[in-house]
């Protein structure tokens, strides 16, 4: 594995926080992109938010993580990001709180936000993911199959595992090819984001098999923290598909 790829002036520069960095470049020029045309929003509101959304996501995923892992993570270490361990749902929780602050402030449509930085967050989720098959972390369950690899764990090999973190990013590239075709339906405000919500959780629920008992904590009946909250989230936006977002909206809208 690379956690750390390469020096500069002595700082190491760790494979973690470089492609979380890589994400979020990427994922901000995407939403810059189309901002105007697509979503009637400035592209100099898009850079403030994301902003806005990194530092708060960041922030909310690491005391989440820390909060859930007490065994092993300790408050001091709440900013060494770029080891990785962060909480996806508490990083979303968190910056979806902040954007509505940031909404309100800039009288902006939360929802259009929403749905304008979805698409966005499939890509840096993807990213950094790569960032976690590179530093060794989030992997899975032993496997015979051909591609199974050794990851080096607190200084020791797994055996042939499942490159979970692989999986992922081929998972989260079909999302946002979902989510592209979301945009082009005509659907209230929000449409999008309850997609995203609904199909990352489907993703999540079915991975976590992979990885649980061995990255992942079991929670009770044989399923993880993340497996919980995932069908809640899916119930939640089934329940939206089918009531709020079922049908297109009207010409005079």
């Known amino acids: 594995m690379h956690s750390t790829l390469f020096k500069i002036f002595g700082f190491p520069v760790h494979s973690y926080g470089l492609m979380m960095v890589v994400g979020f470049a990427l994922g901000l020029w995407r ?78 449509n939360y929802w259009v936000c929403a749905d304008l930085f979805s698409p966005s967050l499939t890509i840096g989720y993807a990213c ?54 979301l945009e082009k339906l005509r659907r209230k405000p929000g449409f999008v984001f309850v997609g995203y919500v609904g199909l990352y959780s489907i993703y999540r629920f079915l991975i976590e098999f992979l990885r649980s008992g061995y990255t992942a904590k079991l929670l009770a009946f044989g399923l993880t923290e993340a497996q919980w909250v995932s069908l809640a989230a899916i119930l939640a936006s089934a329940v939206l598909m089918l009531t709020v977002y079922r049908n297109p909206l009207k010409s005079s809208q």
Request: charged residues 15%.
């Open 31 to 108: 939403a810059s992109r189309i901002s105007k045309k697509r979503y009637g929003i400035e592209p100099d509101r898009v850079y403030d938010m994301a902003l806005t959304l990194l530092i708060s996501g960041i922030v909310g995923s690491r005391i989440v993580f820390v909060l859930i892992n007490p065994d092993t993570e300790s408050w001091k270490d709440m900013l060494s990001v770029w080891q990785g361990g962060l909480s996806f749902h508490g990083g979303l929780i968190s910056a979806m709180v902040a954007g509505a602050i940031y909404a309100r402030i800039a009288k902006l």
């Open 128 to 181: 950094t993911r790569i960032g976690c098959f590179l530093n060794g972390c989030c992997y899975g369950a032993p496997t015979n199959l051909p591609w199974g690899m050794r990851f080096l764990d607190e200084g020791f090999l797994t055996p042939p595992s499942h490159p979970t973190q692989l999986y992922a990013v081929g998972a989260n590239i079909l999302i946002l090819w979902a989510l592209i075709r």
